[in-house]
């Protein structure tokens, strides 16, 4: 019999003889399961007179996959709080491109309600094992449907890309368009159909082709190799760091804020020029430039324990956010005007907010004695 509370299982990624043996022997056990899908080539192969249901229906009624597994959330942990529990399965490993179970995970802690997994394969192993490839040094893994909305990638180019759940041509349209802000039309790409069962068959495409591909299914996922290792701001950071290393170059090694201020503004101007001229491959080539100046600042700071260029990034990001309300939040501005207007309205409050700030923190260092006055 099911233990008390939730019991959270794998059922692999689709073909019978990869269910694991203690997912297995378990399943022998019980005497019901609540399946997110039955949609699995997994369940025919079930236990005979084991009693089987499914929250499918859920998926025709709702208008959004996070409405289907909100629903499906509130169900698990009420049926979690029975004396007999309930288990609880999904396909391949219930915490890998899985929404459901770290949700019901975290709530049943909450509540105290006991939660017990037993883990299955996930996707992941029988898709680089169809390409033939190792996921290390460092393979980002994406979710497609999060891809599919975004206007620019969210990994960088000199790293692989491990897309999943492109389920349908119309993901696969979405997903090639956001990658094409980036990779060129002709990135050759592959797509691995049903990794994990007896169909599985990968897909050699250009990137512009896999909407094209009349075998995505709900078991597709889209790899995308890398663009280059010297592609990315992570790639180019590196670089700089390696030109302030004790291996370094003598030059950069012994450059200061102080010294890099005439090349700063030289290449502001050389910017100015290339901007001038219209011509893409200079302006190209200047902004790299001036890109150097900025970076090889936030290293020299992040040794001297000042600021990071994650820090930089991180400033400059809550400042645009914040100050374009009409964008990331509920504010309705009409045109450009209106938009020049509150910007300049925000500006002026941030600097009245960080007067104080500088104020109060004068304030501090006066009463602790810290500092003089006088």
Known sequence: ???????????????PLLLTRQAWQFLQTIPEIYLRTNQHL???????????????????KSNSFEAVYDQIIDKVLELGRRPEGVVYAVPGHPFVAEATAPEIQRRARLEAIPVRVIEGMSFLEPTFAALGIDPLPHT??????EL?????????????????????????????LTLMEVYPDEHPVKLIHAAGTTGCMVESLKLFEIDRS?????LTTLYVPALGTDTSMEAFQEVIAHLRAPDGCPWDKKQTHDSLRPYLLEESYEVLA????????EMCEEFGDLLLQIVLHAQIASEEGEYTLQDVLRTVNTKIVRRHPHVFGNLQLTDADAVLKNWERLKADERE??????????????????????
């Not at 980002?140 to 449907?145: G, P, T």
């Not at 180019?157 to 349908?168: E, L, T």
């Not at 290339?274 to 491959?281: I, K």
């Not at 923190?361 to 006055?373: E, F, K, Y």
């Open 1 to 15: 019999m099911n233990e008390n509370g939730i019991t959270l299982l794998g059922l692999g990624p689709g073909d």
């Open 42 to 60: 997994v369940v025919p192969s079930l236990p005979s007179g084991l009693k089987v249901h499914s929250f499918d229906d859920l998926y025709e």
């Open 140 to 145: 980002a893994l994406v979710d497609a449907l």
């Open 148 to 176: 599919a909305v975004a206007h620019v990638p969210p990994f960088p180019a000199s790293a692989p890309a491990m897309i999943a759940q492109i389920h349908s041509q119309s993901v696969a349209s979405d997903v090639k």
């Open 214 to 218: 009349p075998h995505v299914a709900q």
């Open 274 to 281: 290339a901007l001038d001229s219209r011509d893409p491959a």
């Open 353 to 374: 907010t960080n007067g104080k700030l500088i104020r109060n923190g004068l304030a501090g260092w006066v009463s602790t004695g810290r500092i003089s006055m006088g």
